[in-house]
């Protein structure tokens, strides 16, 4: 294991910087999610960790040394790339020995690792195949027995699930997070999907434009999003903005309920609304909604549970509130979160 650090990286492609001055530190065994829309940046920032980008500026260090000018193969991290880059004409056993033999490691200790790896993600029984004779799956977990098998004192997983199916991709993501766990090595994760990032992450970097705009836990940044594009940009529907003279009030749509669903005396913020459209989910419906004047060009969502007797139209005028605690305060100006409700 191994921390992960960086100081003002910088990467400038033409006149534009796909990373723009990040100051990161990942700590020993964590698992740190890079997440951002396409074009943040994330990617590039993971390839110069890797060594296979060169930063314009700035530092990377691994475990407290400098190792910014090295190249991968020194940098003793393994790295499993989105297409997982096996080699099509070596069978799975050669494509996870492949790392062990480059560096002359004698064949039964390769043996040997091989066999531990395979164990490790249940692969046994693929070892002479090769990879177009897999599932996605398979070659996911073939991808990350070949990371393994060096062991290596961090990881980086470049959207290492994108090609899976929706089914698929969840069972991968637990058996991810458990190996990980288990060899409790510093993991560095891309992705653009917010799912995986709050339900993989020890903590997420949210980037953008080549920044990263929030560092937390995934509770963290869901709850308590330091700006306007962490708020809208977590969450599936997004925070609700309504502006509000010098600031934009946030809430989340599952905190917006009928006026019925707190108890009498609760202290809560009350949000008449004309709902427009109903999508029922199964376990969930997202009532779509206007609000009332002066705010009749906002559009709200609010998620409510199937089985809560609320009975909607699209259409009429409803009463909704929430509680205050609930509503997030953001600079209209900056988008910068502010403490308080303004005075």
């Not at 590039?44 to 040394?65: C, D, H, Q, W």
Request: a neutral charge.
């Amino acid at each position: 294991m191994a921390t992960v650090e960086t100081r003002a990286l910088t990467k400038r492609f033409e006149t534009a910087n796909a990373v723009d001055g990040i100051d990161l530190a990942v700590r020993e065994g964590e698992f740190l999610v890079l997440l951002g829309p396409s074009g943040c940046g994330k990617t590039t920032l993971l390839r110069m960790l890797a060594g296979l980008e060169t930063p314009s500026a700035g530092e990377v260090l691994i475990g407290g040394r400098t190792v910014t000018h090295l190249p991968p193969r020194a940098r003793n991290i393994a790295m499993v790339f989105q297409s997982y880059a096996l080699y099509p004409h070596l069978s799975v056993y050669r494509n996870i020995a492949f790392p062990l033999a480059a560096v002359g490691m004698p064949r039964h200790e390769v043996a040997d690792k091989v066999a531990q790896a395979a164990s490790m993600f249940g692969i046994e029984r693929l070892l002479e195949r090769k990879p177009r004779q897999l599932s996605g799956g398979e070659r996911q977990r073939v991808a990350l027995a070949r990371a393994v098998v060096r062991n290596p004192v961090v990881f980086l997983l470049d959207e290492p699930l994108s090609n899976l199916d929706a089914k698929l991709r969840t069972s991968a993501r637990d058996e991810l997070q458990q190996f990980q766990r288990r060899l409790g090595t510093t993991t560095v994760y891309v992705t653009h999907d917010q799912i995986e990032a709050m339900g993989l992450g020890d903590r997420i970097a949210v980037l953008d434009h080549g920044r990263v705009r929030q560092l937390g836990t995934p509770l963290e940044v869901y709850h308590e999003p330091a700006d306007t594009f962490v708020a809208t940009f977590l969450g599936s529907p997004p925070m609700n903005l309504m502006d509000d003279g010098p600031v934009s009030c946030g809430f989340r749509p599952e905190h917006l309920l009928p006026r019925e669903a707190f108890p009498a005396g609760d202290a809560v913020v009350d949000i008449p609304l004309t709902v427009t459209r109903i999508e029922h989910l199964g376990a969930d419906r997202l009532v779509y909604a206007a609000l009332e004047p002066p705010h009749t060009r906002t559009r709200v969502v609010c998620r409510l549970p199937s089985n809560v007797p609320a009975p909607l139209e699209p259409g009429r005028r409803y009463d909704f509130a929430l509680r205050p605690g609930d509503l997030r305060y953001f600079d209209r100006e900056t988008g910068l979160k502010r403490p308080a409700a303004p005075t």
